[in-house]
């Protein structure tokens, strides 16, 4: 990825993003949406999903894939059910369309389960949740995407990485986040392993014959990933694909076809996501609650609790601006000239 | 467990079983719910949840840990949204007290969020999702439960074997049952290790100081269960502390202290629900897409659909009857009579 030796701050990285998405054909609305995604990414040190991921975008917008400038479709069907056509559009600025439509469902009941299809999720999960969470929300997300996952026991990919995340409120400290993929590791963690060349652990996956790698190359060209947790974790990647992919009336993730869009990159899957205001539960002093259970986690001997990382890293690039390699920044400015 | 040398029909075993709880001093409306749930966990083969747990309901009901004859309170907080307190009686009978609320809610607005709290879960959680399903509706269910899972990296547990089950109908066949601790391993198998006195598998735990342990006696003396899966697992067993503890109002598996009821053994915990209607979400056709789902993970070599194992145990009980060993039924017989 080339030596850190230039500091940006937030905005210079999201402004150059933005440039770049609008000069590769998305509306304003999807630029500025995914430019802000991205630099998040960049910043709190997601690194496999921030800027490393610009040519993958760019790819999928050139070949037509999926469509920079899809006008999403809410639709609320009823008070707590909102369903969302993203139009083959990207995931996140189809969430930011129903922005309006889940405060109303959760302020009139408590919850509201939002689901997106045809769409594209390139990116990490935990900006979709985290926000959320910062309103006294605690949120779920589901996303599925392209077949790359060997179901437990099985021989060729079914599921995608098919992430889980979610975002809680904490009194007195930042929200609790969580987002991992149900594969044994995140398909952009594997893409870092094939640039450096380096192998990955046993267990990782298997090669285009069904025989377990841990040769990232092979994972990528035709092989596939193992889910986390044995059949467990199959059975939650099971349930991702369920609740994104067939509930959404989204694609499966084995159904993505890239046809003639030779190099496209990203997904068109669903994304189902559930909202709930916790002051509808049993107990007003929910945040609370969940800061004694934090509490008790580091007691236990728990190292860090989950997105504190995160939070350490943002912290940093706020104070003196976001790492990226001259290279990199040169790059990214020819791009968006 | 003794040898399997008899056959009695699930009608029969119910019947014996209700009127094991009815000693016990259980309403019968709870004794209805228990019986017919413990009789179907011994009929599927779930034999862990199934007559083996009768004295630890026994000892529960006869130290005044969980009140028999509690009246559960259903508190529809929202046209989707149902609170449940349990009054510190048993879970099932909780949630079928809440059956009509919950079809309301999902027929007027295609979602239903179940918030039980003050309840004592002492079962599998396969048969509170599978007749959701059979309804035609999604179902997920968590609950949490006494303190006996170390969080990935800690030395003292904090999770409860907080289990997560969903449910989902399929065309053409039976619903898709899946229902796992996110503990490596259900405490009822460790009980059953116990029993035989036979080792665990490494990495299933550690001991009261904390070591890595796979003697079921240490484990169940103080020691405690790791999380399925490392990090990933434990972040999922946080999810269900959430949602099934924090959320309902309930208490956090490491706030259960039996005090003065010794021998105790149900957990007083909580319960979340949630159960959609996916014909409100994007396909009309969703029980299909499921099928066609279920036919990629048998193509792709997984080697059999979760809950098929179970399916088969009860089609043999119906036909030849539930397996029983003739100690285990004159010992059935006896605390019924």
């Known amino acids: 990825m080339g030596q850190a030796d230039v500091h940006i701050s937030f905005d210079e990285l999201r402004s150059l ?17 995914l430019a802000a995604n991205c630099a998040g990414c960049e910043r709190d040190g997601a690194i496999s999903h921030g800027i490393f991921r610009i040519p993958g975008y760019m790819a999928s917008l050139a070949t037509g894939w ?6 999403p479709d809410v639709n609320p069907v009823s008070s707590s059910f909102i369903r969302i056509d993203a139009r083959n559009g990207f995931a996140q600025p189809a969430l930011a369309a129903g922005a309006q439509a889940i405060k109303t469902a959760v302020e009139s009941t408590g919850i509201a389960i939002v689901a997106i299809r045809n769409s594209h999720h390139f990116s990490a999960l935990w900006p979709d949740v985290e926000p959320f969470a910062r309103e006294g929300l605690l ?22 990485t098919n992430p889980i995340a979610f975002a809680t409120p904490v009194a007195g400290g930042e929200p609790l986040v969580v987002d991992q993929a149900t594969s044994v590791m995140a398909n952009g963690e594997v893409r870092l392993h094939a640039l450096a060349n380096s192998p990955l652990p046993p267990g990782t996956g298997i090669d285009s014959a069904g025989r377990p790698s841990t040769d990232p190359h092979a994972i990528l060209a035709g092989g596939a990933l193992n889910t986390f947790g044995g059949y467990k974790g199959s059975s939650i990647a099971l349930m991702v694909e369920l609740m994104a992919g067939a509930l959404t009336g989204g694609q499966l993730s084995f159904e993505n076809d890239f046809g003639d869009c030779v190099g496209a990159q990203t997904p068109k899957a669903g994304q189902l996501l559930v909202i709930i205001d916790p002051s509808r539960g049993g107990n007003a002093r929910y945040a609370q609650r969940v800061s004694h259970l934090c509490s008790r986690l580091i007691d236990a001997g728990q190292d860090r609790l989950p997105g504190q990382r995160r939070y350490a890293t943002r912290l940093n690039a706020e104070r003196f601006g976001i790492p990226i390699s001259e290279d990199n920044l040169v790059r990214l400015k020819t791009l968006a000239a």
Request: hydrophobic letters at 40%; proline letters at 4%.
């Open 17 to 33: 993003l933005r440039d770049i998405f609008l000069r590769n054909g998305t509306s304003s609305m999807v630029a500025d949406s």
């Open 66 to 71: 999926v469509d920079g400038k899809a006008k």
């Open 139 to 160: 949120a779920l997300a589901f996303v599925n995407g392209l077949a790359n996952v060997v179901p437990h026991g099985g021989r060729t990919p079914v599921y995608g």
